[in-house]
């Protein structure tokens, strides 16, 4: 391959892009028109605009994206995650198009990418599932009626997506016809699809995923499990692997179930076989057939790139030997940085980007689609950047990651970094029995403010004094002067 498109953006954008220049491959980033402040617009080799900001007319435009890497005259295609990276009309769009599609083939994503036609495979092979209802019957009536005999909570899924969107709770049977609509809604608007399916909510589970690789001679392997289970609403916002939760025993059993599913549909590259464990069973929750966001914590403690290795894989250049990417080293935590307010509940933080600065030192990574001067818009979704850490154990990886946020800087929009901390200082974090429900249990609420110490309340009132000339500043929403933040921007 001598040029690659990506039809993406932000950070897995950029990642794409390092992998391809590692491998002496141009690259031409497939972008909307609101996209051109961005890392990955500047590093790419070509640049394509393939529509305007609504994702319907750019990202998730199937003949967009098709156009624009015809007219970037390039051999391939990665589709990062999320937009159309599960969609087995966009993979086979490529392939007819005369793309090399980086991916696993059209049929094995309709086999698995499909969350109810991956439920009755599993069945099939006997990996453990939780009760629900996987039809073919969409209406609302019925589906509250399935709701009702599974017995609430039960959790209303698109089938057709992952990450949490197009996924609601029904506490009750009350709230059924509203939380299945909004699915469904949610579910056409992500992913093209409004199929749902239902499943009986476990109350007390975590999230443990295994990545899955299937080389370029049909060989397919797990390079082990990650735990997701710190979420809100459904979205991941810390990972790490491995998970403290299972046993050695467990996890060879959870594996392989994990290659099973795979292998019955010859799968080629990155995928996820996710879980939900709970009182010692554990049950398959679905299927991504794509690259993860959490996935560099996976290659930090495995060793493996699998950015290049899909690549590889998609150019028959990649295989899997005996005995390699057996074994786990060491501890990995990956936190997600978001520009959003967490005083405020995790309220959204658009505008112009100030300084971002990351700490250097071992083991750590940062994987990241914005600089400064970039603009963090409304229009997708507002996560910065991700920060990994490697160490060798959990304790001493949860110490490194607190230090990391505590030294990185990102002036000009609010950031998800104090929320992060509290997380990673909670008891139950640092045990490792958290569950999908801890961050409901736990942050609720917005948390509060850190208190400034007396020198930094002397210091700040000393410098809104020298810029401003006043002694006291009036509190408003539109006067900058007014948050002691933007006194450091």
Known sequence: MKRIAIANRGEVAVRIIKACEELEIETVLLH???DTHSRA??????SICIGPASTAESYLNIEANIQGALAGKVDALHPGFGFLSENPDFAEACIKAGIIFIGPSPESIRALGDKVNCKALAKKLGIPLVP???GENQEVLFLAQEAERIGYPVIVKAAAGGGGRGMKLIQAASEAKEQIESAQREALAAFGSSKVFL????????HIEF??????????????????SVQRRHQKIIEEALSPSISTELRIKMGECAVSIAKSVNYKGAGTVEFLFQDEEFYLLEVNTRLQVEHPVTEQVMGIDLVKAQILTAQNDFILTKDKYKTAHGHSIECRVYAENSYLGGLPSTGLLGTVFF???PGRRYEYGFEKGDTITSYYDPMIAKIIVWDENRNRAIKKMCKVLKETLIFGVHTNIPYLLAILAHPEFIKGTM????????FKDPILPERLSPIDEKNISQIKKYFTGKKEIKKTKSNPWSFDWRMWS
């Open 132 to 134: 629900g209802y996987q």
């Open 41 to 46: 617009y500047r590093m790419a080799t070509k």
């Open 32 to 34: 909307s028109d609101v």
């Open 359 to 361: 700490p250097e030192g």
């Open 435 to 442: 569950t999908t429900r801890f961050i409901e249990t736990y």
């Open 199 to 206: 499943e009986k909510y476990l109350d007390k589970a975590k």
């Open 211 to 228: 990545q899955i690789f299937g080389d370029s001679i049909g060989q397919v392997t797990h390079l082990m499990d990650r735990e997701c």
